[in-house]
């Protein structure tokens, strides 16, 4: 059976809506689906409104930024029951998101003289404001492209590139996400139930089995084993871990959008299919 348990909509950084992402799920014949924005539950009550219609069944999903110790990483968390003080914790991560995107707006401002209207930008992505529609401003501000190739000497403008050029760089530091203390997570998950995932491992560099140790000591149920930011090697590595350490397997394709009409592969589900048959234990969250 098709499954997709990592989707994103334009609740957070994708960019169909919920309904939309729903027919989308429809045409790829995926029969159990996850919608995961970042730090926000928004959409959820859309996309499971439309997936009944087109008989897709949906497990509660969130994305979430989280950190133990210095380790930075992020978590999906299945099967939640929303609370109060969830939504409290959500809309805290989106304040301080919302600031941190103020401050590194104003010193790209102050650096480049490239101008953001925050206005615009916050209406319209108003619970976690992405880094992705924050570019698509930048790059609709007058003579940015000139900027971009005179500052930074490029001359090609994927999303990729101007995040690492300008949101990774020492041009101006980092623009960090709205982290949470995974033990928060793990306290408030015991009230509200759920399971929580560890995200597609395959990009924390170097994977320690250390890290999968001390999660599976806090109370983490499982690892992300099929995603298409993972190689084979990657893949083979996680699931040793899963087995190991009892962890539910999931697999999610990360879905944004559809790349533009010029390319052949326009998205992960042209050439990556996640069964549910091989998946240790996801049965635990799709059931």
Known sequence: MLIDLQLHSTFSDGYLTPKQLAQF???????VASLTDHNT???????????AKLKIKTIPGLELYVKLKRKKFNILWFNYQDSPELQTLLLETQARRRNNIEKYAD???????????????????KY????????DEIMKSKNSKDILKKSLRLNEFREDQIIHELFKTKNLGRLYESYIDIKRIIKLKKKIDGQIILNHPGKIYPLRESLITD????????IEVLSPHHNLGSVMYIQFLAKKYKLIETGGSDFHRSEADVYLLKKSWD??????????????IIN
């Open 25 to 31: 799920l429809h045409s790829e014949k995926i029969k």
């Open 41 to 51: 539950t928004a959409g959820q009550e859309e996309f499971k409104k439309a997936c």
């Open 107 to 125: 010193a790209l401002e102050k650096k480049f003289g490239l101008k953001v209207d925050l206005n615009k930008y916050f209406k319209k992505n």
């Open 128 to 135: 976690y404001p992405p880094i992705n529609r924050l570019i």
């Open 215 to 222: 999660l599976k000591k806090i109370g983490i149920d499982g």
């Open 271 to 284: 050439y990556f299919k996640i069964d549910s048959e091989l998946l240790r234990g996801v049965e635990k």
